[in-house]
Every structure is written in structure tokens, then in C-alpha cells.
């Protein structure tokens, strides 16, 4: 991974990122690349003994980490974080909406419930949180969003219906945010949709054998932070990222 710049890095090292479902996975991983390049990272999952551990682990690194235990389909939940962070750092430059779930059923065996669920996860716990933020970015006059979807959000596979649903649903809320905030008269807001192929999680227990060629939540954490050093001119759209080995 490239080195920022001494001029990107004093930069980066002023911003403050919120990390949804960082407990773990894409969102653990993207805290700790975060946090090594001196963004400050409020870290929100509703395991808090996992996030103690990793509050440690960059704090032992050098970094600056603020627990939010958060239910991102809370409403009050998702307004005391933010508060919480206001308060804290005073500001808000990145939004990563990395919680999610996995159901993977056949429609006709399909738990209706876990569909609800990962709706309630996937698709409305990210446009809760991220409307949330925008009030606080709006006043700063900028603010990058960053919501990782799936190659299950172009690609429909058998079994993954109700997943595939909700992160479409990302797709296409991502793209309608960022064209709200395109244009000479609006905050300088940036929204990145990161699609990437199946990656080893906790969420990939119970694949199918053909789906197992997997990424890393670092490979993924890469793209997040790709994204979110350009400069403030650039607006990374997608990143669509499979194994190289990956069929499907």
C-alpha cells in the first residue's frame, strides 16, 4: 500500500471517521487502516467487549479510537452516537456503513424474519445512519460516505435473494445521495459504493463450496482507504473488487 503524501497526511491525520460494524470483519479491518494513517476512529457495533479490543489495539498502535456501542437500527441509538461523537472529536469527515448480516436461504425455506432483519441491517440501518450524519457534514461543508455494498448488489445468486435485495437497495441509495450532493451549489460531500466479491468474515460461515474463493477484510479496507485519500476535487464512485480466481 502506497504512502500518503506529508501534505495527504496532515490532512488525514485532522479527520475523524465513524466505522459502523467495526467489531469485526471489513469494519475492524478498515479501523485499523484508518487509524494507522492518524484518522481519529469512533468505532459502533453492539459488541462492546469486542470494540474494547480493538479501542486497544490502536490505541497501543498510537492511534485515537472512541467506543459507541450503537444498534444502527436504533434511532436513538444512532443519534446518541453521533452526539457522543460531536462532542468528542467536534467533527465528522467519513462515514463507513460496514454493518451487515447474512441469511442465505432459498426463497421457498426462506426465515421471512432474517429477511426483515437484514433489511432492517443492511439497507435501513445505513440510510438511518447516514442521514444522521449529513446535518453534521453539511455544516462542516464536507464529508465522504462510504457504504459497503456486495457483488450481490449486481449479481443475484440462488440461495442469497434476500441479501442480494438489500444490498441492490444500497446500490441504488448510494447513487441517488451522491447525485444530491453533485453540483457547484451543494456541500462538498462524497459517496463511494464498495462492491466487493465474498470476503472471509464471519458473515462467510455456511457458503457454498463454489462461493468459498474469498477476499480479505483487508483487501477491502484497502479500497476504503483508496477512497477516502483522493483529493477533494476526485469522487470515487464504485469499487467493485472480486477474487482473482472468482467465477462467478
Excluded at 492518524?38 to 485515537?64: F, N, P, Y
Excluded at 432459498?106 to 437484514?118: C, L, N
Excluded at 446500490?171 to 462492491?195: K, Q, Y
Amino acid at each position: 500500500m502506497a504512502a500518503l503524501t506529508d501534505s495527504d497526511a496532515e490532512e488525514t491525520a485532522q479527520k475523524v471517521a465513524l466505522i459502523t460494524g467495526a467489531s469485526s470483519g471489513i469494519g475492524k479491518s478498515a479501523a485499523k487502516t484508518l487509524a494507522r494513517e492518524g484518522v481519529r476512529v469512533a468505532l459502533a457495533a453492539r459488541r462492546k467487549d469486542k470494540l474494547r479490543q480493538l479501542e486497544d489495539h490502536i490505541e497501543s498502535e498510537g492511534g485515537t479510537a472512541l467506543v459507541v456501542e450503537t444498534d444502527v437500527t436504533d434511532e436513538d441509538d444512532v443519534q446518541e452516537t453521533i452526539e457522543e461523537i460531536q462532542d468528542s472529536f467536534g467533527r465528522l469527515d467519513i462515514l463507513v456503513n460496514s454493518a451487515g448480516m447474512m441469511a442465505l436461504n432459498r426463497v421457498e425455506e426462506a426465515d421471512m424474519a432474517e429477511f426483515q432483519r437484514m433489511i432492517d441491517v443492511n439497507l435501513n440501518g445505513l440510510m438511518q445512519v447516514t442521514q444522521a450524519v449529513l446535518p453534521l457534514m453539511q455544516r462542516q461543508g464536507s464529508g465522504h460516505v462510504v457504504n459497503i455494498s456486495s457483488l450481490a448488489g449486481r449479481k443475484s445468486f440462488p440461495g442469497a435473494s434476500g441479501y442480494s435485495a438489500s444490498k441492490y437497495g444500497v446500490n441504488g441509495f448510494s447513487e441517488a445521495l451522491r447525485e444530491e450532493f453533485t453540483g457547484e451549489d451543494t456541500e462538498s460531500i462524497r459517496v463511494t459504493d464498495i462492491e466487493p466479491g465474498f470476503v472471509e468474515t464471519d458473515l462467510s460461515e455456511g457458503l457454498p463450496p463454489e462461493w468459498m474463493e474469498t477476499l480479505d477484510p483487508a483487501d477491502v479496507a484497502r479500497s476504503v482507504r483508496y477512497a477516502v485519500s483522493q483529493p477533494p476535487h476526485v469522487d470515487v464512485n464504485e469499487i467493485l473488487l472480486r477474487p482473482t480466481q472468482m467465477e462467478l
